[in-house]
Every structure is written in C-alpha cells, then in structure tokens.
C-alpha cells in the first residue's frame, strides 16, 4: 500500500471514529427527549460506521494483528494524546479558558494512567514499549 493510501485509511478511520462517537451522543440525547425512533437510527448508524466502516479500514491497515504490536501502538498513541492535552492545557491556561484547562488536564491524567496500564500488560508479555514518558 502506497503511502498516500495510508494515510488515506488512517484519515478515513479518524473521521469513522468522530462520526461515530458524535452520533452515540445525538443518539443519548434522542433517549434523553423520549424520542426512541431517532435515537434508534442515530445508534444503528454509529454501529455500522464502528463495526462495517472503521474495522473494514482497520483490517487494510493489518490493525489488530498482533497483541505485543498492538500494544506498542497503543502506548504510542496515548503518548501522542498525553503530548497533545498538556499543550491545549496550557494553551486554554493561557487564555483564560480555565474550565477547558481544567479539562484536558484531567484527561491528560487518565491518558497517563491508561498508558501505565498498557506498559504493564506488556511487560507483562515480556517486551519493552521504547516509549519515553510525557513529561507535562
């Protein structure tokens, strides 16, 4: 697979997973308004984009083969979040935004923690992440 197609996948399945999780949301709000018909059709289109889309996109990309690569590419995925919400967190800091700082500082934390958790399942397969720890 060329690299262009790739990251066409990876965008793909990006955009999947933001659809998905914003139509779970309209889907709870629905239920929320007693409208169940709508609520109904806003889940069934979550699932499709979850169970069809992303994991046909994640099967090109050989997604989910190995335990120990998975892993690896969990904790570099969370390392990269970690980065990512300590800097928005400062960001919204140093704008005023103290509820939005508030936020990405406690998902930064839980990113953490999720990160510890996967280092621990691997290790416990025996291998190493060679992910360095985010410092904030």
Known sequence: MTQRTKQNVTTAMQ??????????????H?????????AQIFQRI????????FAEEGDL?????NTADNLRAAINDQVGQIAMYSHFAQQAQEDGDLRAAHLFEEVRHEKESQRAELEAGLEKLGYSSNTQTVKA
């Open 15 to 28: 955009s999947e997973s933001f659809v998905q999780a914003t139509f779970l949301r309209y889907a709870a």
């Open 46 to 53: 979550a699932d499709s984009d979850r169970t069809r889309h």
């Open 30 to 38: 629905a239920r929320m308004d007693a409208d169940w018909e709508l």
């Open 61 to 65: 990309l050989q997604c989910g083969t």
